[in-house]
């Protein structure tokens, strides 16, 4: 079982400060800081109905799964990129690079760190209508 709490923006970046490679959640950041290395069983290795399908990318931190083949694009100095969700990775259509975030996609394309749910990068959904992904969090 997760829960949430509420941190203010100083906290938030200074968990975020500590990450080392690999950490992709602030959960993470925080067992090991915090020695809780090992998860519990209740957060790992549980098959449920609710468990994101095969293939894709799931983001966890956002609980938001991207169907193998889903595509995303955004528009940058007036030049479009695409990537598209292929076995567990990003996979950028110009360059054929692969990426397990969309974060790490984003930081080839764009000069600094920028909030990839801040509307930039859209899909277009099954009416045809461009839609942004952050509509896709829960």
């Avoid at 595509?71 to 007036?78: L, S």
Wanted: charged share 30%.
């Amino acid at each position: 079982m997760t829960r949430t709490i509420s941190v203010s923006t100083d906290v938030f970046a200074a968990i975020w400060a500590c990450r080392q490679d690999g950490e992709e959640t602030e959960e993470a950041i925080l067992r090991r800081l915090l020695g809780r290395a090992k998860a519990s069983s209740s957060l790992v290795d549980v098959q449920s109905d609710d468990a994101p399908a095969a293939g894709g990318v799931h983001d966890t931190r956002n609980n938001v799964h991207f169907p193998e083949g889903f595509e995303v694009f955004r528009t940058y100095k007036r030049q479009e990129f695409k990537a598209r969700a292929q076995a567990g990775a990003w996979v950028r259509e110009d360059t054929g690079e692969r990426f397990p975030t969309l974060n790490q996609l984003n930081d080839t394309i764009t000069a600094g760190p920028e909030n990839i749910w801040n509307g930039n990068w859209k899909y277009r959904a099954a009416n045809g209508k461009l839609r942004s992904i952050n509509d896709l969090r829960s």
